[in-house]
């Protein structure tokens, strides 16, 4: 009977049956449930100040040694044998609070936790439990950080940003100096999913890649994922970044805002519906264009060159039962480069030439929660996400009555829109099941070439449209069990389906995931993990600076999904005593189908095909990780370092040898440091890393007068190692809370770091010969010296 079993539950997993077949796996369980004798106890943790649900809280069952965490929602649900139990809540920032349940109660608990005022060492001796540590989490390869700790770090011009912060952590790198980009254990920020209360952004970057599109003021909760992946992920190869927006306070209405070199920013929040209901609404802008323009009016210029972005981050929920719960939340953000010139040689005669490059996103998420009964929880989302890019060219001549314009503009974009179940079970036997599906239908829209020739004195009217849109279908199951066979084994095992539609072709894909932890002691736990990945749409990029004019394209029949397997292994500890989290970690991986560009082809602003464009091949990355995490005391921060590989071979090209990516770096080191003095908080951040790889010419010939470059073996140079300090001060009024000033100095000893190489060619003469010879020289250009800022932080 088990073998047959088994044998037709093999046969649905491999036709895509996942989801029923999770539903008669679950009635079974919930059936061996009902003649346990068990108290069930869950609920939701929020922040005793404002409501705010507290994500990732940590439950300790002090009898049966058991434990669990809140959702994204602050949802929790405790399963143990017997009459009565003592759990533990705790959570970072917080009080621990433990509370005695003598019985399974009928309501949903609420359980609000207090905020820490951190005034002396004694308040941040926090009661300690076992089960909070690194070593007791299933999860490897997980990277979580607290909006506290972002605010507190050095931030470049006085922007805190998420991404950067996460760049400070092992296996995580950054492209060219500044960049926003993600680079998770030797991929391309292509293949790291970001998501924004469960909606794709596909641009996340802000000043052309300098800063993040996340607010920090809107954000609850990050987790970054780079290896392990849990089966309810699915459609990268190489990360996850999850980032949950705030739901705004509960209690009262407050705001808080802050003006910086760059941008100020602004945020309101309060309750609604006699505290059923909450909003949160915060927006940012930059003023370098206004600061600009009116330099240029002021000089009497006619040349006008300007540069802005804004985003506006909203959320609003409402119960509207004890057991529902429904949020909309949504994101906008744009950025625009322009450039203006306008000469007027004669009177009533006028040219004027415009450039502008512009780029948008913006998501939409709506979802019902429900608690179906105390182990039973269901969210159900739509999901809507755009990205948009344009580059214009504009000539316009008038003189009199007669108008001419000459206009060319290139746009692509992406469109998705998507429906979504997940489930939770909470099963009495120490299972926690996750099941659901999801639905997306993508439209891309690689390039849109419109070409304009307008002259009213001729009479002439040419307009040239040039469209292409590719509309497929995403679709995918997942079902996930995170079980505990004994106190010393626990595990993570589940399987993710997924399939494609795009031009006549379908693609499918069975994707195994598992995570084992093996407590061998007190403090320490061995862990492993696998996955394999499919990733259906790619990122082609000429750059790696995350500019707008890099392209999302869809899987076709002439270009075949990417697909990754990933192994890991660690060891991983956590000192009570001194609050500290330790892990070692290798990692092997393996990516196939990664395309690139062919040689000489860029398809932005031509009429070439993309898919004629590109080339694809196999990649391989391979490393380890230390990472050393002190949570609580005056002196908190992390240490990490890299070791890793990646390396690229594409058949068609480097003559189809192995060449490593461009980012491949051998050594990455990163140290983060807050320190609070009382009424002053001081930060540190230092970074060094091997130089990264690039392509340039090592010499050149003349044939027909003409130079010719010769080239050697892809990405065979290396740019010089980067090491950079990053210092923070920040220092509240005499008043309180109410204001507070940070003075930030970035890259303290002005390193020269390299942000890109070039060569320089002169003549002179060669003695030997009597005649001049060329000769080429290697110069570095270098972006940010040292950058000293201030910011004004105020609450209201």
């Known amino acids: 009977m088990i073998r047959k079993l088994r044998k037709t539950t093999a046969y649905g997993i491999r036709r895509g049956r996942t989801l029923p077949f999770l539903v008669f796996f679950v009635a079974l369980i919930a059936a061996n449930d009902s003649f346990a004798q068990s108290i069930a106890i869950s609920g939701y943790v929020t922040d005793a100040s404002n409501g705010e649900a507290l994500v990732g809280t940590n439950l300790y069952e002090v009898y049966q040694r058991k434990g669990t965490t809140t959702n994204q929602y602050g949802f929790f649900s405790l399963t143990v044998p017997g009459d009565s139990t003592v759990i533990r809540f705790s959570y970072q920032g917080y009080a621990t609070l433990t509370f005695t349940f003598h019985s399974s109660p009928e309501e949903l608990q609420r359980i609000e936790m207090q905020p820490i005022v951190v005034e002396s060492d004694s308040v941040l001796v926090v009661e300690a439990d076992e089960y909070e540590g690194l070593h007791r989490q299933v999860q490897m390869s997980s990277l979580k950080v607290s909006m506290a700790e972002v605010e507190a770090l050095p931030a470049l011009l006085g922007e805190t940003d998420l991404l950067k912060v996460f760049q400070l952590m092992p296996g995580i790198q950054s492209g060219v100096e500044g960049s926003v980009g993600l ?3 030797g991929g391309t920020p292509g293949q790291t999913l970001i998501l924004l209360d469960g909606a794709t952004v596909y641009n996340a970057g802000h000043l052309f890649g300098f800063m993040s599109t996340f607010n920090t003021d809107a954000i609850n909760s990050a987790e970054l994922i780079k290896g392990g992946f849990p089966a309810r992920y699915g459609g990268r190869l190489s990360g996850v970044l999850d980032v949950t927006m705030r739901e705004g306070n509960r209690k009262e209405f407050e705001g808080r805002g802050a003006v910086g070199l760059l941008a100020s920013r602004v945020t309101v929040e309060g309750p609604l519906a006699q505290g059923r209901s909450s909003f949160i609404v915060s927006a940012r802008r930059t003023y370098l264009d206004a600061i600009n323009w009116g330099i240029q009016k002021i000089r009497g210029s006619d040349y006008i060159q300007g540069y802005h972005f804004w985003d506006i981050n909203a959320k609003w929920n409402l119960d509207i039962s004890k057991r529902d719960r429904i949020y909309l939340s949504f994101y906008a953000g744009r950025d625009k480069g322009y450039e203006n010139d306008q000469e007027s040689l004669n009177p009533g005669d006028n040219y004027q030439d415009r450039f502008e490059l512009a780029w948008s996103n913006a998501t939409l998420t709506s979802r019902w929660n429900r608690v179906i009964n105390a182990r039973m929880f269901v969210n159900t989302t739509f999901l809507l996400s755009r990205f948009r890019s344009s580059i214009l060219e504009q000539s316009n001549y008038r003189s009199g009555s007669r108008n001419s314009i000459l206009e060319d503009r290139y746009m692509n974009g992406l469109t998705d829109v998507s429906i979504k179940t ?15 599906g999801v639905l997306t239908r993508h439209l891309f829209i690689p390039s849109i070439q419109r070409h304009q020739e307008l002259d009213s004195g001729r ?21 996930e069990d995170e079980v505990t066979l004994t106190r010393w084994l626990k595990g993570n095992l589940g399987v993710h389906t997924s399939g494609y539609h795009t031009d006549g072709s379908i693609y499918s894909s069975i994707q195994p995931r598992a995570s084992v932890s093996f407590l061998l002691h007190q403090e320490w736990a061995v862990k492993f993990s696998y996955a394999r990945m499919r990733q259906y749409i790619q990122l082609l990029s000429n750059s790696g600076a995350g500019l707008p004019t890099d392209l999302w394209l869809p899987s076709t029949s002439r270009v075949s999904p990417q697909k990754a397997w990933q192994i890991a292994a660690g060891i991983a500890r956590t000192i009570d005593v001194h609050a500290l989290d330790i892990s070692f970690e290798g990692y092997y991986k393996e990516i196939d189908g990664i395309i690139a560009y062919r040689e000489g082809s860029n398809f932005v602003g031509s009429n070439q095909n993309w898919e004629d464009a590109i080339t694809a091949g196999r990649g391989w990355a391979y490393g380890m990780e230390m990472y050393v995490r002190r949570k609580r005391g005056r002196t908190t921060g992390w240490v990490s370092y890299t ?14 040898r192995i060449f490593p990516h461009r980012y491949d770096r051998r050594h990455y080191v990163s140290i983060a440091l807050m320190h609070d003095l009382g009424r002053r908080k001081i930060s540190a951040t230092w970074v060094y890393s091997s130089g990264h790889a690039l392509t340039l010419a090592h010499s050149r010939y003349r044939q027909d007068g003409i130079l010719i470059d010769v080239y050697g ?4 140079y290396r740019t010089p190692s980067y090491h950079r300090l990053d210092l923070s001060v920040r220092r509240p009024s005499r008043q309180g809370k109410r204001s507070e000033v940070t003075v930030s100095l970035y890259n303290v000893y002005s390193r020269r770091n390299t942000f890109y190489l070039y060569t320089e060619e002169h003549q002179s003469l060669d003695p030997n010969v009597g005649y001049n010879i060329d000769e080429r020289t290697i110069k570095k250009f270098t972006l940010l010296p040292i950058v000293p800022s201030v910011s004004y932080r105020f609450y209201f």
Do not use: M
């Open 183 to 185: 680079y998770v254990r």
């Open 422 to 436: 997940d489930l939770e079970y909470f099963s009495r036997r120490n299972h926690q099941i996750r099941f659901g």
């Open 459 to 479: 009479g002439v009217d040419t307009t040239v449209v040039i469209p292409l849109r590719v509309p497929t279908t995403e679709w995918s199951t997942y079902a």
């Open 643 to 656: 070791l890793a590989w990646s390396k690229r071979r594409i058949p068609e090209l480097n003559e189809g």
């Open 713 to 716: 073996s892809r990405n065979s």
